[in-house]
């Protein structure tokens, strides 16, 4: 089958796989509802029924959290692995993530007022963790070996001091305790609000970065030799990356893996091409998350497992296959 008719029957199919995962969603939970109460709550919301209230007041904005910082992981790890040409490349690994971390947990525990700026801090913090790794990688140019290992050190650094700061702060733990293991839970409309609208400007940045991509993809000479800077190239796609890993982990906390395995399995799908690699790594992200957000509150109950726990469970065994039997662009 043509690349093209299979990128965009995979898109296809994905989208309406997605859209059953998203509806089942909301009908899964402490209290499972039957599709014809979900349809009910949609159609008929009423401020004091307990199962308007359920559906609409809280798992339905838990479910969009999920589908975008999903879709935003998964796009940022994309975007990574085509910048520093590595297919190991992910948010987590490279310390964009942990900078976010760090940055929002020092709002959370000295600044409350500014918790609606969260979002704002935490991709300062990521920027600044994308600086010292690219500072820490420059040598003539962006050396793509040294950015994995640079942002390796620059990861743990990160954390320990995102350790160091909870440990200073016992008593205010179990404010960000939630946020720091990545969960979207007991998150409400104004999560969701927010997430929207940051989202749908990271959406369409990486939309807008589809051509860029697939110029880096044809190698630094090919692409040198038609006039492109490559430096600057490689620098734009990683800003847009750390934007969506910053707004990701303001909402969410620290997610990780998501980057790592949604590109690889869009590859295997559709090819190279960033033309479906991105759409559908939006899309399966999404899935992800949606998903294992789901496993997470129905499988083990009455317990619930963040988002960030189960994937950390999920991807730790894909990274260590894929470091093994990683291959090159």
Known sequence: METNKRGIIAIIVSLAILGVIVFISAGFGGADLSAGEVIEAFKNPKELDVNST?????????????????????????????????????????????????????????????????????????????????????????????????????????????????????????????????????????????IIIYGIIGIILSLFCIKAANILLLGDDVAKSIGVNVTLLRFLLGLVAVYLVGVSTAIAGVISFVGLIVPHT????????????????????????????????????????????????IGSPVFLFLLKTKGKY
């Open 54 to 194: 359920i559906v609409l007041g809280m798992r339905v904005p838990r479910t969009i959290i999920a589908f975008f910082v999903g879709a935003m992981l998964a796009v940022s790890g994309a975007l990574l692995q085509v910048v520093i040409k590595n297919p190991l490349g992910d948010p987590g690994i490279t310390g964009i993530s942990a900078g976010a971390s760090l940055f929002a947990v020092v709002i959370i525990f000295y600044f409350p007022s500014l918790l609606n700026f969260t979002p704002l801090f935490a991709f300062i913090g990521a920027v600044v963790a994308c600086l010292v790794v690219f500072s820490l990688s420059w040598k003539r140019g962006l050396d793509t070996t040294r950015i994995i290992l640079a942002g390796i050190a620059v990861n743990a650094v990160f954390l320990g001091g995102t350790s160091l700061l909870t440990f200073m702060n016992g008593r205010k733990v179990q404010d960000a305790m939630q946020w720091l293991n990545g969960s979207v839970a007991n998150k409400g409309w104004g999560d969701a609000k927010s």
């Open 266 to 313: 869009c590859r295997l799908i559709v090819g190279m091409n960033y033309k479906y690699v991105i759409p559908l790594s939006m899309i399966l992200g999404a899935m992800l998350l949606v998903l294992t957000d789901m496993v997470g509150r129905t499988a083990f109950s009455p317990l619930e497992f963040p988002v960030g726990i189960l994937m950390a469970i």
